[in-house]
């Protein structure tokens, strides 16, 4: 597992028993994001997906931690034999992660939570799931809420349990039509997506084929 030292801003790769705690983010991808093609040179830093970076890192700093996981430049996907491993092993580094940071880039303020393009995004799914705690941020990285206090809300968004929110091992008591609809209407970039953002939440873990489309769950569950 390849993590980001927040201290030195650097990756550095670790192991089984030898990995150590980190946090993990949350978000949706947008523009100039900083791959893993881009870290290892000191540019990254002027592009635009630096800046929830530099916070998620600068935040998780303060807490007295050292590593923090982000999919956009933690995964080589030029390597589909790392990017097959990644995707059947996300839903595992999510759920043991310390602590998750969910950034609502296009949330101004908390009152409208509700309407973030986060709660449409396939791959979100399994992160609010999975991670024991999540904490949420607006577009300036000010505090929503905890997973825990928002539960309610997150619920009557997601129409995911309160039990599976605060317990992801309860989601195997839901029927595999409940944790569909879970997914529906969610958007993904290409077609295959559909199953990969599921594998965790279905405890499957299967190879990769990579083909590109773009359309919401609910039109691909009928196929």
């Excluded at 944790?179 to 199953?195: G, H, L």
């Excluded at 279905?202 to 691909?220: Q, R």
């Amino acid at each position: 597992m390849r993590l980001l030292n927040v201290h030195k801003m650097e990756l550095e790769e670790y192991f089984g028993s030898q990995i150590p705690q980190y946090a993990i983010l949350s978000h949706c991808w947008g523009a100039e994001e900083v791959t893993f093609q881009h870290i290892n040179h000191s540019e990254w830093r002027t592009m635009r997906g630096a800046t929830k970076i530099k916070h998620a890192s600068s935040y998780y700093k303060e807490q007295g931690l050292r590593y923090i996981w982000i999919d956009t430049c933690c995964i080589d996907k030029s390597s589909s034999a790392e990017l097959s491993e990644a995707i059947n092993s996300m839903y595992g580094w999510y759920e043991s992660s310390k602590v998750c940071y969910a950034y609502f880039e296009d949330v101004e303020i908390a009152l409208t939570i509700r309407g973030s393009r986060w709660f449409d995004r396939g791959w979100t799914l399994q992160e609010l799931i999975a991670p024991k705690k999540v904490y949420f941020f607006d577009s300036q990285w000010r505090s929503l809420g905890s997973k825990k206090d928002l539960s309610p809300l997150l619920s009557s968004i997601t129409t995911i349990p309160e039990d599976v929110l605060a317990k992801s091992r309860k989601r195997r008591d839901c029927s595999v039509a409940r944790k569909m609809t879970w997914a529906a209407n969610r958007q993904i970039t290409r077609i295959e997506d559909v199953a990969y953002s599921l594998l965790g939440i279905f405890d499957v873990n299967m190879p990769l084929l990579m083909a590109k489309a773009e359309k919401p769950l609910s039109g691909c569950r009928r196929r």
